[in-house]
């Protein structure tokens, strides 16, 4: 058998449970993300098994190495512990300061509601944990037969995301190979993070294809697409609810909101933008924190004295208490406001009073960002909501007068075109293209991009999915 070699053990058949294995010899490997298998995705077999036990052998494993911190990359970290995993984590700077928050949160809601119980864990995993900067060498493996290294560059998907750049050399053979995985790509231009990294040459590419088979609006067309729902939503005098996942989207929402309020001055300059989100909150606080890693473009407004994440109009909702206030009191008076609440596929949290206490009324307007999963409630409101349906909130039937608007754009990934920029961007192209993290008709649309791109250069490369 040839070293190295790439084992996966999730995100092959759809996009959760990130989980990948890079062999280098027979006795020394290292792990590239472990991510919790969500929605029909349960476990590695799929939805019926239900299993999150780390079904493969620790033995060798030197290190387990994050791309970034969102639970289907990193979720099944409390798993891989119980199973007997000792080894450093690595990831970088930003990444180590947002993980003990993520891993609380999945501990809580996944495993055991007992909040001393989840401090243990955290106190367990963190001198484990090694947050290191962007485009640092650092040594994984270093004896007579192998040596080999990893480094972090920006994958500009959300705050210290990276790809990992694996660098592997066996001295005694006088050979050596540059394996790269990608993942989590972002689309360009984010208003909050630099863009992905190009890699200068691999030999071998595990690349994710989430939307390898569309393109996304640019996001000129999307702030203007969002600003006009805006505006219509709030003519009708009610409130508008953004459910929103808490890393990542509420912050670029929020940047945006500042950008149209300062834009428009006027009416909008006494508009309450509403984020009732603990989690959200606590993540917003800490990308505040982690201001040099934002995009010069956002470094650039701080100059000036605007505060991206924390502008006049917006006011936090911390205690629950304070959350059923504001719900009856935005459902009983015409005050127009913007709430930006949780989950964003509104299973769960306290997306769900607010649904109850509106979503009848046609003065109010939901606005879903972000992807809304096959059987979730969200789904339901985005697909029978124009046409007049209901939806079922915790047992409980409702009829959708609410005004509905879907907006794309928002996607933190990288797209088909960004997808095979990551590749034809590189000096020295890779011989081999490994394809996970995506639907089949993802993976399939981009394999038939990267392959025309190849006949046009006059190069080429085989392409797999696992």
């Given at each position: ?430 011989e081999e293209i490994r394809l996970v993290h995506g639907e089949q008709d ?25």
């Amino acid at each position: 058998m040839t070293y190295p070699k790439v084992e996966h053990h999730g995100a092959t058949h759809g996009v959760t449970g990130s989980c990948h294995q890079l062999h280098l010899t027979p006795d020394a490997s290292i792990l590239i993300d472990c991510g919790l298998f969500q929605g029909a995705e349960a476990s590695g077999r799929g939805a019926k098994a239900n299993e999150l036990n780390i079904e493969f052998s620790l033995a060798g494993v030197q290190a387990l190495v994050l791309t970034h911190v969102h639970v289907d990359h990193v979720g099944r970290l409390p798993w891989l512990i119980a199973a007997g995993f000792q080894g450093p984590v690595y990831c970088t700077e930003p990444s180590a300061m947002l993980l003990p928050t993520v891993l609380e949160d999945a501990f809580m809601v996944g495993i055991q509601r007992d909040a001393q119980l989840a401090e243990r864990f955290i106190k367990r995993v963190q001198p484990m944990l090694y947050g290191k900067p962007y485009r640092e060498w650092i040594t994984i493996v270093e004896r007579t037969d192998l040596v080999c290294r990893i480094r972090f560059q920006r994958a500009g998907h959300i705050l210290g995301s990276a790809w990992v750049e694996c660098d592997v050399r066996y001295p005694q053979e006088k050979r050596s190979r540059r394996i790269i995985f990608s993942g989590d790509l972002g689309a360009p231009h984010a208003p909050l993070l630099p863009p992905p990294d190009i890699p200068y040459r691999a030999d071998v590419v595990v690349l994710e294809s989430t939307y390898g088979d569309r393109l996304h609006e640019d996001r000129r067309t999307r702030r203007q697409r969002f600003q006009t729902a805006l505006e219509q939503a709030l003519a009708d005098g009610g409130t508008v609810l953004i459910p929103a996942f808490s890393i990542g989207r509420t912050q670029e929402l929020l940047y945006e909101l500042e950008e149209i309020i300062t834009s428009q001055q006027g009416d909008w300059s006494e508009m309450p933008v509403i984020l009732d989100a603990p989690l959200a909150t606590r993540f917003t606080a800490l990308y505040r924190q982690l201001k040099p890693y934002w995009a010069k473009e956002a470094l650039a407004k701080i100059a000036k004295g605007r505060k991206p994440l924390g502008f006049e109009q917006l006011l936090t909702v911390t205690s629950h208490g304070q959350h059923q206030a504001m719900v009856n009191r935005l459902a009983h008076t015409r005050q127009p406001a913007i709430v930006i609440t949780g989950n964003g596929m509104c299973s769960a949290g306290r997306i769900i009073n607010y649904l109850k206490a509106m979503i009848e009324e046609p003065r109010h307007n939901i606005i879903f960002t972000g992807y809304q999963a096959q059987g979730t409630p969200g789904r339901a409101i985005q697909q029978f909501g124009p046409q007049g349906g209901y939806v079922e909130l915790e047992g409980e039937r409702f009829d959708i007068r609410a005004g509905i608007t879907t907006l794309g754009g928002y996607s933190a990934h990288a797209d088909q075109a960004g997808l095979v920029r990551f590749i034809t961007r590189m000096r020295h192209w890779p011989e081999e293209i490994r394809l996970v993290h995506g639907e089949q008709d993802a993976k399939r649309g981009l394999a038939q991009a990267l392959l025309a791109e190849a006949r046009r250069n006059k190069r080429t490369f085989e392409i797999v999915i696992p």
